[in-house]
Nanobody, 113 residues
Framework: QVQLVESGGGLVQPGGSLRLSCAAS????????MSWYRQAPGKERDVVAV????????NYADAVKGRFTISRDNTKNTVYLQMNSLQPEDTAVYFC??????WGQGTQVTVSS
């Protein structure tokens, strides 16, 4: 069955960095667009970044442009989200999505001093 397993979240100070990973299985990873989303308390789940199946095309939400980088390794069936210059407003549960509408369980990112 399809599985998406996120990791790499945690507590970080403002200005810090984290790298999230999402390990995929159960589908042909290299043929699917993959995305990162986030959901803050009391808010809807919003897209953060999207990457094409080959990794050649990426798109970002305005709020994270220039700070976050999405990438993928199709040999490892893994998609990454490098997050730099983190701010308190980046605090949320981060989910990866793909494989035709599937979601991971999410990983908590908290930015606080």
């Amino acid at each position: 069955q399809v599985q998406l397993v996120e990791s790499g979240g945690g507590l970080v100070q403002p200005g810090g960095s984290l790298r999230l990973s999402c390990a995929a299985s159960g589908f042909t990873f290299s043929t699917y667009v993959m995305s990162w989303y986030r959901q803050a308390p009391g808010k809807e789940r919003d897209v953060v970044a999207v990457i094409s199946s080959t990794g050649s095309t990426t798109n970002y939400a305005d709020a994270v442009k220039g700070r976050f980088t999405i990438s993928r390794d199709n040999t490892k069936n893994t998609v990454y989200l490098q997050m730099n210059s983190l701010q308190p407003e980046d605090t949320a549960v981060y989910f990866c999505g793909g494989g035709g509408g599937f979601w991971g369980q999410g990983t908590q990112v908290t930015v606080s001093s």
